[in-house]
């Protein structure tokens, strides 16, 4: 005899289901070590790249009034040995650097108050202005950056102080932090 149709349904939500449930569930948490690995999500940090593009803090940028003044104050109080500031005319600014360790701290005056330096004296007074990290390929990082959806204030480099190529990225992209790569020359 042929079992009716409510029998075969019933055997299929009482046996059936439950033992398709229990092979999917075994399929998804023991054979899924075997799968082959998935690609990156898109939006997540392996999908932009691998390891930090980072090297190591390059130097802090420091906005003051009087660059004279700002590095006798580290030079009498602290023993530091700022060099003769240099001008960048391209950026409106004049700037030294003294060494902390590894990293540097970079000085810098605006030579006329139109400059992004300048400007930002006038809105928020001296203080901390950027960071400046120490990239491999600045080329590289801004196309990387760029292809990322990172907002640049620079998408090509500029020579920087003492012969390097830098660029910034946008202080709003950040977390309000304006933030500059820095290739150092001779690579
Ligand atoms: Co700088």
């Not at 109080?77 to 030294?96: L, M, N, R, S």
């Not at 060494?99 to 004296?121: H, I, N």
């Amino acid at each position: 005899m042929i079992p009716g149709l409510g029998v075969m349904r019933s055997l299929a939500g009482e046996y059936l289901l439950p033992l398709l449930g229990k092979f999917l569930y075994f399929r998804q948490n023991t054979l899924g070590h075997f799968r082959l690995p998935s690609p990156p999500i898109p939006g997540s940090a392996e999908f932009y790249r691998k390891g930090t593009m980072l090297k190591k803090i390059y130097h802090l940028g420091y906005a003051v009034e009087d660059i004279e003044k700002a590095a006798e104050f580290y030079r009498v109080h602290f023993g530091a040995e700022p060099g003769e500031p240099e001008e960048v005319a391209e950026q409106g600014i004049k700037a030294t650097m003294f060494e902390v360790g590894e990293s540097m701290v970079e000085l810098v005056e605006p030579t006329r108050p139109d400059s992004p330096v300048g400007k930002f004296l006038a809105k928020r007074g001296e203080g901390f202005h950027h960071v400046a990290f120490e990239v491999e390929d600045i080329e590289k990082s801004l196309a990387e950056l760029k292809e990322s959806g990172v907002e640049l204030i620079d998408e090509e480099p500029r020579t920087g102080a003492d012969g390097t190529r830098m660029a910034f990225v946008h202080p709003k992209e950040a977390f309000g932090v304006l933030t500059e790569l820095v290739e150092l020359k001779g690579k």
